[in-house]
């Protein structure tokens, strides 16, 4: 089983759990583990992968959270440091009665991940480099440590996965910035999956199917749009096919994006380096709706890291 490093944001969402209350107004929160490549090595470890999680938290009860929270999945988080500068960050939010999200954003520690912090992280055993974004894109050491990781991977001949994870309450006044740094990472990855929002987002183009072909024509890579209910467009080469989403009651959609990009990454790995990138569109068919299972799992949970206690790769033989 090839050894898979996820890389990027640790971070604690705090959810208000008073309906319709601003954050202002609200009294009652949430504190749950979060973060797009935290949650995806939590997926890819539930399911029985070898994962490791590169990012940085802070020297206080919220960074030690998340570390045992890794830990207690399985995650190996030796690459996991701790900052006696700088906090935890956090995201607070909460949903108006309008139906628009309150958002705060209260960047910490997750942003200074320094490049000599991961020397020696990356070797020939690596056999998947998965950078899941977000916070990554904005201003910061992550982002220049984003980018030595990225060449070193190349570098060590790693498979490339990618997950932009665009949050427009994050990115609205630097929109343009996330679309450049995105679009130089689809060119370099192996494999990437973007939601139906992003590729249009990316490509500028009106309609989904503008954005596959575009995306098609941009990048050699495997690529997957998730279109929520309506399946997943897997393009490969070229050729596109969607795949019908497993019907379900959903209770909450938190970290079905990073379930999906878990299970694909787990089931790479499973695959000698050497062979990764020698499947085929079939190969690659099974691989999607094997993830399809495991984001509709996490659908039926209310948020990420308690669904994700619920996966395991048996749901991939029903």
Not at 269 to 284: A, D, G, H, P, T
Request: proline share 3%; net charge negative.
């Amino acid at each position: 089983m090839q050894p898979i490093i996820c890389i990027g944001e640790a971070l604690i969402d705090m959810i208000c759990t008073d309906k319709g209350k601003t954050l202002e107004a609200g009294k009652h929160f949430l504190k749950k583990t979060g973060g797009a490549p935290t949650n995806v090595a939590a997926a890819i470890a539930a399911l029985g992968g070898r994962v490791q999680l590169a990012a940085k938290v802070g020297h206080d009860p919220f960074g030690q959270q998340l570390i045992h929270t890794m830990q207690h999945f399985g995650v190996d988080t030796q690459w996991m440091h701790t900052s006696n500068e700088h906090f935890t960050t956090f995201a607070f939010v909460s949903l108006k009665e309008d139906g628009e999200r309150d958002f705060v954003f209260n960047r910490g520690a997750d942003g200074y991940l320094l490049e000599q912090e991961t020397h020696g992280m990356l070797t020939s055993d690596t056999g998947i480099v998965h950078f899941g974004s977000a916070t990554a894109f904005l201003p910061g050491p992550l982002q220049q440590t984003y980018r030595t990781l990225l060449k070193e991977a190349k570098a060590k001949n790693c498979f490339v996965s990618f997950d932009p994870n665009y949050r427009h309450l994050l990115f609205a006044q630097q929109q343009q910035s996330f679309i450049h740094q995105s679009l130089y990472f689809l060119q370099e990855s192996n494999f990437f999956k973007v939601s139906d929002e992003e590729a249009m987002l990316l490509s500028g183009c009106s309609s989904v199917a503008d954005a596959a072909n575009w995306l098609a024509n941009f990048s050699n890579a495997v690529f997957c749009i998730t279109l929520g209910k309506e399946g997943t467009l897997l393009c490969y080469q070229k050729q596109q096919i969607t795949i019908p989403s497993i019907p379900i009651e959903v209770v909450d959609t938190t970290g079905a994006g990073d379930a999906f990009v878990g299970a694909v990454l787990y089931q790479l790995s499973c695959v000698e380096k050497n062979n990764m990138m020698q499947l085929n569109i079939n190969n690659w068919q099974e691989i999607v709706i094997n993830a399809n299972k495991a984001g509709a799992r996490t659908c039926a949970y209310m948020g990420a890291m308690e669904a994700f206690k619920h996966l395991n790769s048996d749901i991939f033989k029903a």
